[in-house]
């Protein structure tokens, strides 16, 4: 083992570039190279790697983003190609080996989520030396306890809820603040307890909007005459649909999630009259500095990945079990996705605590 690469995919959160510190400065004390892949699955395809010595990732730690780039749109298995003036889809994983074997990378760092760690599964099924870290807010990887940049979007959610119940209670109105989880909604049911809301509504259950009303009209009879709402991006009324914004061509992924807040802000003022406002958190739940706990489990991934390689144990991916960084089968970490059991014990605790969850 002498030389490494490290690449960001999917969609950016806070820790990449403390991950990537990690890896190159662990990597450091082994004596082994460690060669960075911009923008994702696409520099890997193209071949644009550039080095990582200590100088690259020094002061990195606190920043948000990754340094390296990352999309979410380019996948070496269908890559959309130029051929002769026109666009095709094409298999280019071939490019991807080719560039790794050029460069005399023995093992390659793919930090991502479900989508980009589907993708190092395909490459450690071809044989490539392919080892995962975990990344997503919507901490929805079933194999791990927690991935690295949801305790600092819980932490943006939360301060968004503080700020809304002093304009919700000064206005006596209802707040909705709409916050990220397509299929999971753990960034939702955290800072929703942890923001004091009275109603979450996440993807795994459907909600009934006389339930919400009834809340919040039981609320104003105790003379508490605001509200607020927390809900994921990805819930949906019982027999209804997700609310989509927008198809966007040509990605690999090409449905945008969005609107879900303003439908249900909409229903409740338009069938019972109530005052409504609506916020949208969108992206700033992944920009920004990380947390401590994300710097530090960041930080003891990026060292666990290395240690992995050095040790080529390869096609797995590094996660948290309790206390410990250990090691899992990629194939076992990306089965299925981690969603909220209606056992799990937070959302029991919610529904103790009195808060309305849509059911």
């Known amino acids: 083992m002498r030389k490494i690469a490290v690449l960001t995919g999917g969609g950016d959160c806070p820790g990449l570039n403390a991950v990537i510190r990690a890896v190159a400065k662990s990597a450091h004390q082994y004596g082994l190279e460690v060669l960075g892949i911009r923008d994702?699955?696409?520099?890997?395809?193209?071949?644009?790697?550039?080095?990582?010595?200590?100088?690259?990732?020094?002061?990195?730690?606190?920043?948000?983003?990754?340094?390296?780039?990352?999309?979410?749109?380019?996948?070496?298995?269908?890559?959309?190609?130029?051929?002769?003036?026109?666009?095709?889809?094409?298999?280019?994983?071939?490019?991807?080996?080719?560039?790794?074997?050029?460069?005399?990378?023995?093992?390659?760092?793919?930090?991502?989520?479900?989508?980009?760690?589907?993708?190092?599964?395909?490459?450690?099924?071809?044989?490539?030396?392919?080892?995962?870290?975990?990344?997503?807010?919507?901490?929805?990887?079933?194999?791990?306890?927690?991935?690295?940049?949801?305790?600092?979007?819980?932490?943006?959610?939360?301060?968004?809820?503080?700020?809304?119940?002093?304009?919700?209670?000064?206005?006596?109105?209802?707040?909705?603040?709409?916050?990220m989880g397509r299929y999971a909604g753990w960034i939702a049911l955290y800072a929703g307890v942890a923001g004091g809301a009275d109603v979450i509504l996440i993807p795994e259950i459907p909600y009934t909007l006389n339930r919400v009303a009834q809340a919040i009209q039981k609320r104003a009879k105790q003379g508490k005459k605001f509200s607020i709402i927390v809900v994921a991006e990805g819930a949906k009324p019982r027999g209804g649909e997700i609310v989509v914004e927008r198809l966007v061509s040509g990605r690999f992924d090409p449905i945008k999630l969005g609107g879900i807040g303003a439908k249900i802000g909409n229903d409740l003022e338009e069938q019972y009259g109530l005052e409504t406002r609506v916020t949208v958190l969108g992206h700033l739940q992944r920009g920004g500095s990380p947390n401590s706990y994300d710097r530090v489990l960041s930080s003891r991934y990026g060292v666990a990945a290395v240690d992995a390689a050095l040790e080529e144990e390869f096609g797995i991916m590094v996660a948290l079990r309790g206390r410990d960084i250990v090691r899992v089968p990629l194939n076992k970490a990306v089965d299925k996705l981690k969603q909220v059991l209606l056992i799990d014990p937070l959302l029991i605790a919610a529904r103790n605590l009195g808060l309305e969850m849509g059911d």
């Open 40 to 179: 994702g699955f696409r520099g890997a395809v193209e071949g644009d790697f550039m080095p990582l010595t200590l100088k690259e990732v020094s002061g990195i730690l606190p920043r948000g983003g990754t340094i390296l780039g990352t999309t979410n749109r380019d996948n070496p298995f269908a890559y959309e190609t130029i051929v002769n003036g026109t666009a095709q889809i094409l298999d280019r994983s071939g490019d991807v080996i080719r560039n790794l074997k050029d460069h005399d990378v023995d093992a390659l760092l793919v930090i991502g989520g479900d989508g980009s760690l589907n993708i190092a599964l395909k490459f450690a099924n071809l044989g490539l030396n392919v080892i995962g870290i975990p990344k997503t807010i919507d901490n929805d990887l079933m194999a791990t306890d927690q991935t690295f940049g949801f305790q600092t979007a819980v932490d943006t959610a939360t301060e968004a809820l503080d700020r809304l119940h002093t304009t919700a209670e000064s206005h006596h109105r209802v707040m909705v603040l709409e916050v």
